[in-house]
């Protein structure tokens, strides 16, 4: 029964590219053969840039199905970033033995729950990356497509003392799903429930902490027919509502080459605990933007990877790794 939603998601994956490019040259990443406990059976890969900071940031990047940490190496853009400053990047990589089309199996409970499966796999490989690369436990990072953007979900609820932010890109709520079934309703049409009880499902991945939460950006294309747009609103309710905030964004901006509509949440000091990032008129993927400008970043010779705006950069930012917390936008 994993194979079968795995398959409907791998399905999208597998999409013809559209305004594909020549294959970026491979990027250089490292297999780690023993990271410590690996009770989801995961690879990981890193990358370190030539010139890796002291006491570095990590971010872990999380691939879609049927995709691999060098597929979402090569086409993300986010080594370009980790070159410019110097952070390192983790990529957990999900084996055909444990999904037939190589999701992340974030609706099975024996991998989304905080010490088990996967999402263990996936916390060790941060310990690992602080104890061999001497990274920052205070700068540790999440981001994902798809199957990976609903692990990124995963990571920030169960692990909320360990990620002080993430991008959830074409993903899912937290807890949105326990089996199969309820899978499919899940990427399309949607779950609705009301932001407490999502919130609830949050706090209940880790009972008894008491913040600080991460901050999440939301990315989301207007055009998915794979996981439904209406799911960058429940996410949004989810992580509003665990932050006490409500669910009226307090500034809107246009941001980037394609007018990517931004809404941002603040917090009490001023700062976002939550943004949404809707990208017009792309189907199902990571939005790139291929070029060498400072805005410009990725690839799209393979399926699932987007030319419309370089979401790498502007998750970056949101994560505060360029030496901001925020890229500037123009309000609207």
Known sequence: MTAVVGLVVAGAVCAPASGAQAAPTAVALEKIGDFGADPGSLN??????ATLSASPAVVVAMHGCSQSAQIYADNSGLVKFADQHGFLLVFPEQTSANNSSKCFNWFQ????????????SVRQMVAHAGSAYGADPERTYVTGLSAGGAMTSVMLATYPDVFKAGAVVAGLPYDCAADVVSAYSCMNPGVDRTPSTWAQGVRDAYPGYAGPWPRVAIWQGDSDPTVAKKNADELRDQWTAVHGLDQ??????????????????????????????????IAHGTPVDPGTGAQECGATGTANFIDSICSSYWITGFFGLDGSNLRSATTS
């Open 248 to 281: 009226s964004p307090d500034r809107t901006s246009s941001i980037g080459p394609n007018s990517t509509r931004r809404e941002q949440y603040l917090g009490a000091d001023g700062s976002v605990g939550v943004e949404v990032d809707r990208v017009p008129a």
């Open 44 to 49: 990981m890969y890193v990358y370190r840039p």
């Open 109 to 120: 409970p024996g991998d989304t729950r905080r010490g088990q499966g996967e999402a263990a």
